[in-house]
């Protein structure tokens, strides 16, 4: 995948971010939202992705690949005595999972929080998608903590793990 481009999501990048999230959510059952997507409007991600551009702790990342967007990734800096930890969340298009998208996300968002001050990276997975587990153990993240029925899809409910990075330096 010698074209695939990692960078910063811009506003512009809005209407096919909200392609990107429909299609995602209608091939997996791992993340908050299904194949209706998520109840925004492209003016709406306009102002979230030009918010998470001033905010110099957070980024939204794109993979792109022959100009279509195939995976996200986003770090979301927390407030007041919080600061030192953010959020991570990334996705990539089932077409593309095991090829190495996931891990050029990661790298990226963690060169980020490190370049940025963050301390530590918290995570949230299903505790049955051990292809997503296994990429966080590789670079780092350790499972802390399980919440029970995080998800109820069709009347089932989902566990998911609780996990972190520490950049802290010894």
């Known amino acids: ?23 995602i959510g209608g091939e997996s059952d791992n993340l908050t939202f299904g194949a209706e997507g998520l109840p925004i409007t492209a003016d709406s ?22 100009g279509e967007i195939i995976g996200d990734a986003s770090l979301t800096a927390l407030p007041r005595r919080m600061s030192h930890r953010a959020e991570l969340g990334i996705a990539v298009r089932k077409a593309y999972w095991g090829r190495g998208v996931g891990s050029m996300l990661m790298e990226e968002l963690i060169a980020f929080a490190e370049e940025s001050g963050t301390e530590i990276i918290d995570l949230e997975v ?32 989902i566990d998911f793990d609780l996990m972190y990075l520490d950049l802290r330096k010894p």
């Open 126 to 157: 299903r505790s049955d998608n051990s292809a997503a587990i296994h990429l966080y153990e590789k670079y780092g993240f350790v499972r802390f903590g399980r919440s029970p029925a995080y998800f109820r899809i069709d009347g089932e409910y």
């Open 45 to 66: 991600e306009r102002d979230y992705l030009e918010s998470v551009l001033a905010d110099k702790r957070s980024t939204e990342l794109v993979a792109v690949l022959g």
């Open 1 to 23: 995948m010698s074209e695939l481009i990692i960078r910063e999501a811009a506003a512009a990048d809005a209407e096919a971010m909200i392609e990107y999230l429909k299609a």
